[in-house]
């Protein structure tokens, strides 16, 4: 019996800062020492060489590259506007090309990772996070509603354990809230999970199962796109799954735990049936979270496998949120008015595909 195959992207932003000599052999132009933060014509340009200078590097690397999200099986090497950059340090946001795991993608990650690691340092604010997209394969399939349904019962029954998994300043971040969190979900969503000490799970529970369309999902049960697990795409062409809880990353080895940490889960909730917790008053443990992740993994096949070679390789972070102060609100509040009607870049990329009407690029 072969493995189930899943498709994914990720999305990770940074703060970079070139060494000389990639200055020196692609960025013709560049301004050393310019201000940061500002919208101005020579910021712009410094931006633009910079990501050519990376695009050149990744693609000399043997990863196709570009600085514009039209081309489908390159990765995009864009600019991250809601970053707040640091003295010699430039935003940027690396976006994956749609992979799967059928095949060798841990190599690939690796290559890019190592590739501007090479070429100087990378710093990471509160601002920086992954996201890791995940659909049920490249070839266009879509989730069925039975296994969305299974994918919200996992994600409501492991939602303390999946904040514990993450570190303080991701558990209770503005930018991916839990799905029940007031304002996440729609209120009666909110009140069964929140009261699953005298109710059980199965009430809540009953209530997924009559959901009875995907694009029901976003629609009538999680509103908000700024959540730990987001369906907005599940009604555009893209239709992915996206886990937007994890932290920055600078280096191969996190992005691909989070990688795995986000396939593991979901495919651990669409193979494993949580009927035999519904009369149960409590919580799933991390315990019970590591081991349905890795059986997740385990079920993908070798090309998942080594990544969290045990069940306890998937930590957790005991440290209390940190969650943001009021001002640090106010600013998030403006920067999510400004992203309003922009999508995820890959999204777009996946929207840009050969079988879809090409979009325009998302970055400048």
Same mark, same amino acid.
């Given at each position: ?216 999902? &976003? ?5 908000? @796109?700024?959540?730990? $697990?987001?369906?907005?795409? !599940? %009604?555009?062409?893209? *239709? ?6 994890? &932290? ?5 080895? @996190?992005?691909?735990? $989070?990688?795995?940490?986000? !396939? %593991?889960?979901?495919? *651990? ?96």
């Amino acid at each position: 019996m072969s493995n189930p195959t899943l498709a994914f992207g990720i999305e990770v932003e940074l703060l970079f800062r070139p060494d000389e000599e990639l200055i020196r052999k692609h960025m013709s132009g560049w301004t050393a020492g310019l201000a940061h933060g500002l919208d101005t014509d020579p910021a712009k340009i410094n931006r633009k060489i910079l990501r050519l200078a990376i695009a050149k590097e990744l693609t000399g690397a043997g990863v196709a590259a570009e600085v514009s999200t039209q081309e489908y099986d390159a990765w995009s090497v864009l600019d991250e506007a809601m970053l707040d950059e640091r003295p010699n340090f430039w935003r940027l946001e690396l976006v994956s090309r749609c992979m799967t795991t059928d095949v060798d993608w841990q190599k690939e990650i690796t290559t890019v990772f190592d590739t501007i690691r090479r070429i100087e340092d990378i710093q990471l604010t509160k601002g920086c996070s992954t996201h890791v997209h995940v659909s049920p394969s490249r070839g266009g399939n879509r989730y069925q509603i039975g296994q969305l349904r299974s994918i919200m019962k996992a994600i409501a029954y492991f939602d303390r354990a999946v904040t514990a998994a993450v570190p303080a300043d991701r558990k209770e971040n503005e930018w991916a809230a839990s799905n029940f969190k007031e304002k996440s979900c729609n209120r009666t969503y909110a009140e069964l999970h929140g009261n699953i000490s005298s109710l059980t799970w199965g009430p809540l529970f009953q209530k997924f199962d009559g959901v009875r369309l995907p694009a029901l999902i &976003p629609a009538d049960v999680f509103h908000n @796109r700024y959540v730990s $697990w987001n369906f907005k795409h !599940l %009604g555009s062409e893209c *239709g992915t799954v996206e886990f937007r809880r994890p &932290p920055g990353v600078e280096d191969a080895r @996190r992005a691909l735990y $989070w990688v795995a940490f986000t !396939l %593991g889960f979901l495919e *651990g909730a669409m193979g494993f049936d949580l009927s035999d917790v519904k009369e149960e008053r409590k919580h799933g443990t991390f315990q019970d979270l590591q081991e349905r992740i890795f059986d997740g993994l385990t079920r993908l096949g070798p090309t998942c496998a080594g990544i969290i070679g045990r069940v306890d390789g998937i930590g957790e972070y005991k440290s209390e949120p940190t969650p943001a102060s009021r001002e640090e609100k106010e600013v998030i509040a403006a920067k999510k008015t400004e992203k309003l009607d922009k999508e995820s870049n890959f999204v777009v990329k996946v929207n840009s595909r050969p079988s879809t009407p090409a979009s325009a690029s998302a970055s400048s």
